[in-house]
C-alpha cells in the first residue's frame, strides 16, 4: 500500500510505479492530480487499485479486499460482501471517522476532517480535527469536511478559546439559549453564569408554567455537558424566558430559579405580605398582640379628638391678635405637614433602602395623617378585616363625608339650645374643625386617589417579549387592573381626582372672596353680622401665620404636598431621576420661602424652613442611597458609612420637633428662674406656670428683681393671668371662656348700633 493523500502532487510520470512489484494500493485523495493514464499503474499484467475521490475525473468508491479485509476493517474502512460474494472496502468519507464500526459524522461546533477512513481518535473522544480558536461549523454546515467550513462564532461568544460542541463559549455576564447560537448579555436583574441565566436577589420573576421551568432547567443542564453525550434534543430553548422586575422592597425577594419570597412576603412581586404580617413602607413586619393593636387604636383617637378639641378653642388673645390655639395650630400644621410629607415620599421610594430608623419613624408620622389602617392594622386582629387599597380609598371619603355632615348635624343640634348671641361662635367653632380634620386628611385621601388610577398600574410579563403578562397596582399588587370590576370602578375613581384640586381651590376661593376681597371693604363688626364670618374665622388656621399680602401660602404648601406624597404616584419612582427632580423641586421651595419669608412669627419661619430642609436632606440621602454598596470603594468602611448616613436623616427629620420641644423647655425653665427669684407663691402663680407650658416663645430676658413676677404676669405674652376672687366657699378661679369673649364684643357691637 502507498499513501500520498493530501500531497501536492500534479503529474506522476509514466512508469512510475514498474518497480514496486508488491504495490496493490495507492491512496492519492485530496492532491491536485486532475488525470492519471491508466498505464502508468500497470505492472506486468496486474492491476493497481487506486483509491481518490476528490479533485479526479473518475472516482472510485469501493474496491474488492478479499485479501486485506482485516487490515482494512482494523483501518478507516467499512468492509461489506457484495451479491457476488466478494468483499468490498469502503473508506469512511470526508466529515467522518470510524469508531465502533460505523463511520461517524464529525459533530457541530469546533470539528471537521478533510480526509478519508479517518479511524485516529484525535481529540476529545472523537477522530476530527478542531477548528481554529474562534470558530466552529454550524449545525446547518456539519459535518464539516474542510477547515473552510470553520465559521466566525457568533456575537457574545470568547474568541480566544475553542469551540468544542458549541458554537464557542459565552463571555462572562452573557447567557445563551440555543447552543449554537448567539450569546447575550446580562441585563438588570439578571445573574449569568456559565452560559445560563437566573435571578438576582431583590429581583421578581414569573415562568409561563411549572413544564416550562422544568424545560429550560433541562437545557440548562445539558450546557454544562461538554462532551458530545450531550442530548442533541435540548440543544435549544424555545419557550422564552420572564421578564425580571425590581422588588418594591429589595429584600422581600430572595432571587433564584424559583423566585421565592422572603418571610412575610407573598404574591406578585413578592409585595403583599402573609398572614400575620402588616405592611408598613412596603415592608412587612409581625403583626403586634391584638391588645397592643386595640389600645394604639385609642390611644390615635384620644390624641386627634384631644388636638382638634385643643385646637379649635380660641383662648385668651396676645397683643398681636393670636391666641393660644392659633400659636398651636400654626406650629402643629408645620410639624403635622412635615411629617406627611416624610411618610408619603418614604412610602413612594419603597425602591430605596431607607434605614430601619427611618421606617420606624413612618410608622408614628401615620397618625399625623388620621390613618388608623395604617397605625393600626385592623386585619391583624381578624383576616376578615384585611383590607386592599380600594377599601382604604373608600374609607378615606367616607371619613371625610362623616366628618362634613357631623359637623352639619351638630351646628343645628347646636343651633336651638344656645341663645343667638352665641350662634356665630358655634358656626366658627364647626367650620374650624371640619377643615381642620379634612386639612389634615387631605394628603392621606389624595394618596388613595392617586394610588387607585390606572395609571399607576404595572405590568408584570412572564416573558421577556412581554406576550404573556398581567397588570397590578402598584400600591396594592392584590388588586389586578384587567378585570371588569377594576375598570367600572376607574370611573369613580377618575371622578375622584377632582378633589385633590378641588379642595385647595374651594378653600382659596373662599379666602379671597370672603376675607381678602370682601374684607378690604368691610370691619370687623360688620362682617360679625354676616353669615359668612363663621367660614373666615373657621379658616383662620390656614392663613393666621401668615403675613397679610401672601395669605394663600397654605394653598401652595397644600399642593406642595400632594406633588411629592401623591403625584408621585404617577411617575417612575425608583428611578434616580425622579429622586432628583423632587429634590430640586424641594429646594426651590425652600429658596422661595426664605426668600419671601411668608410667615410673621420669627421662630414659626425657622421651623418651617428647617422642615424644608429637611424634606430636601430626605430626598438627596435617597439618592446616595440609590448607590449599591458594592460600588463603593474598597477603602471606605461600609459600616461606618451606613451609620453616618442613618444619623444624617435621623437629625434633619428629628431636628423639627427637637426644635419646638426645646424651645418649649427653654420657656419654662426661663419662666421658673422667674418664679424662683419671688419665693412667694399661690395658686395663680402656679397656675400660670402650668400655662407658660402651652405657650412658648414669651420673652422673659431681662425681668429682674423681687417684683418681676408681678410685672411678668402684667405683660401681653399672650395669656391674661387666672383672676382669684374670694367667695365663702373659699378660691373662685376663672378663666374668661371665648364664649363669654364673643358675647362681650357682640353686645358692645349691638350697644354702638343702638347709639347710633
Known amino acids: 500500500m502507498l499513501w500520498l493523500s493530501s500531497n501536492p502532487l500534479e503529474i506522476i510520470e509514466d512508469g512510475a510505479f514498474i518497480s514496486m512489484s508488491y504495490l496493490r494500493y495507492i491512496n492519492l485523495a485530496d492532491t491536485k492530480l486532475q488525470r492519471i493514464v491508466p498505464a502508468t499503474l500497470m505492472n506486468q499484467n496486474k492491476q493497481i487499485i487506486l483509491q481518490v475521490f476528490r479533485n479526479l475525473a473518475s472516482e472510485t468508491t469501493a474496491f474488492l479486499c478479499d485479501r486485506c479485509k482485516g487490515f482494512y476493517s482494523e483501518r478507516g474502512y467499512i468492509v461489506e460482501r457484495n451479491p457476488h460474494g466478494q468483499f468490498e472496502c469502503f473508506p469512511c468519507p470526508y466529515g467522518t471517522f470510524k469508531q ?7 459533530p457541530a461546533g469546533g470539528f471537521y476532517q478533510d480526509e478519508q477512513a479517518q479511524y485516529k481518535i484525535l481529540s476529545h473522544g472523537i477522530g476530527c480535527k478542531q477548528c481554529p480558536d474562534g470558530t466552529f461549523v454550524s449545525l446547518q454546515s456539519s459535518p464539516g469536511v474542510q477547515k473552510a467550513d470553520c465559521q466566525k462564532c457568533p456575537e457574545g461568544t470568547s474568541p480566544d478559546h475553542p469551540a468544542l460542541f458549541r458554537a464557542c463559549f459565552c463571555r462572562d455576564d452573557h447567557y445563551r439559549v440555543h447552543r449554537f447560537a448567539a450569546c447575550f448579555p446580562c441585563t438588570r436583574g439578571y445573574k449569568c453564569t456559565n452560559e445560563t441565566i ?6 421578581y420573576w414569573k415562568w409561563n408554567s411549572t413544564e416550562t421551568k422544568h424545560m429550560y432547567l433541562n437545557f440548562s443542564a445539558e450546557l454544562q455537558v461538554t462532551s458530545q453525550s450531550y442530548n442533541k434534543n435540548l440543544a435549544h430553548y424555545t419557550q422564552g424566558l420572564p421578564k425580571a422586575y425590581a422588588c418594591p422592597t429589595a429584600s422581600a425577594c430572595k432571587g433564584g430559579i424559583d423566585s421565592e419570597c422572603s418571610v412575610g412576603y407573598e404574591g406578585p412581586m413578592c409585595a403583599m405580605c402573609s398572614r400575620h404580617f402588616y405592611m408598613l413602607a412596603s415592608i412587612c413586619r409581625k403583626c403586634p398582640t391584638p391588645p397592643w393593636i386595640v389600645t394604639q387604636i385609642i390611644l390615635v383617637i384620644v390624641i386627634v379628638v384631644g388636638l382638634i378639641v385643643l385646637l379649635i378653642r380660641d383662648k385668651k388673645k396676645k397683643s398681636s391678635g393670636r391666641s393660644l390655639s392659633d400659636i398651636m395650630t400654626a406650629r402643629l400644621k408645620i410639624l403635622i405637614g412635615f411629617y406627611q410629607v416624610t411618610s408619603g415620599t418614604i412610602s413612594s421610594f419603597s425602591y430605596v433602602h431607607w434605614p430601619y430608623a427611618m421606617i420606624k419613624l413612618v410608622r408614628y408620622a401615620e397618625v399625623f395623617q388620621m390613618n388608623l389602617l395604617q397605625a393600626a392594622p385592623l386585619h391583624c386582629i381578624s383576616d376578615s378585616l384585611k383590607t386592599n387599597v380600594h377599601v382604604k380609598l373608600l374609607a378615606a371619603v367616607l371619613f371625610n363625608v362623616v366628618a362634613i355632615m357631623a359637623g352639619i348635624v351638630y351646628y343645628h343640634i347646636r343651633v336651638r339650645q344656645i341663645p343667638s348671641k352665641r350662634r356665630s361662635l358655634l358656626q366658627q367653632r364647626c367650620y374650624r374643625t371640619v377643615f381642620l380634620i379634612l ?7 389624595c394618596s388613595y386617589i392617586f394610588q387607585a388610577l390606572p395609571e399607576t398600574c404595572q405590568e408584570v410579563c412572564t416573558s421577556t417579549d412581554e406576550k404573556f403578562c398581567k397588570s397590578y397596582l402598584k400600591s396594592d399588587y392584590s388588586v389586578e387592573c384587567g378585570s371588569k370590576t377594576f375598570k367600572v370602578k376607574s370611573l369613580f375613581f ?17 379666602l379671597w372672596k370672603y376675607r381678602y376681597k370682601g374684607g378690604q371693604h368691610a370691619s370687623r363688626e360688620e362682617r360679625v353680622h354676616t353669615k359668612h364670618d363663621g367660614i373666615v374665622e373657621g379658616l383662620k388656621f390656614v392663613y393666621e401665620n401668615y403675613a397679610s399680602n401672601v395669605w394663600f401660602w397654605e394653598i401652595i404648601e397644600l399642593v406642595r404636598k400632594v406633588l411629592l406624597t401623591s403625584v408621585i404616584l404617577l411617575a417612575h419612582a425608583e428611578s434616580r431621576t425622579y429622586l432628583g427632580v423632587t429634590a430640586i423641586i424641594s429646594g426651590i421651595y425652600a429658596v422661595l420661602f426664605a426668600y419671601y419669608k411668608p410667615i410673621t412669627d420669627t421662630f414659626e419661619h425657622w421651623l418651617q424652613l428647617t422642615s424644608l430642609l429637611a ?3 430626605n430626598m438627596i440621602v435617597g439618592m446616595l442611597l440609590k448607590i449599591p454598596s458594592d460600588s463603593l470603594s474598597s477603602s471606605v468602611n461600609t459600616h461606618v458609612d451606613e451609620a453616618f448616613v442613618t444619623a444624617v436623616l435621623m437629625i434633619a427629620n428629628v431636628a423639627v420637633i427637637a426644635i419646638m420641644a426645646v424651645n418649649y423647655m427653654v420657656t419654662l425653665v426661663q419662666t ?14 402656679c397656675l400660670y406656670l402650668f400655662l407658660t407650658i402651652n405657650q412658648a416663645g414669651s420673652d422673659v430676658s431681662g425681668i429682674e428683681g423681687n417684683n418681676d413676677l408681678k410685672n411678668y404676669q402684667d405683660m401681653n405674652v399672650g395669656v391674661e393671668q387666672p383672676e382669684l376672687e374670694m367667695s365663702p366657699g373659699g378660691f373662685d378661679i376663672e378663666l374668661e371662656d371665648e364664649e363669654e369673649q364673643e358675647e362681650e364684643k357682640e353686645g358692645e357691637i349691638d350697644r354702638q348700633v343702638t347709639t347710633a
Open 439 to 445: 386639612f389634615i386628611s387631605f394628603p392621606m385621601t
Open 672 to 685: 421658673v428662674q422667674v418664679i424662683r427669684k419671688n419665693p412667694q407663691c399661690s395658686i395663680s402663680c
Open 198 to 203: 437566573n435571578l438576582l436577589p431583590g429581583f
Open 494 to 510: 377618575y371622578v375622584l381626582v377632582v378633589y385633590p384640586a378641588g379642595f385647595p381651590s374651594l378653600i382659596f376661593y373662599l
Open 615 to 617: 424634606t430636601m436632606v
Open 100 to 106: 465502533g464500526g460505523f463511520c461517524n459524522t464529525c
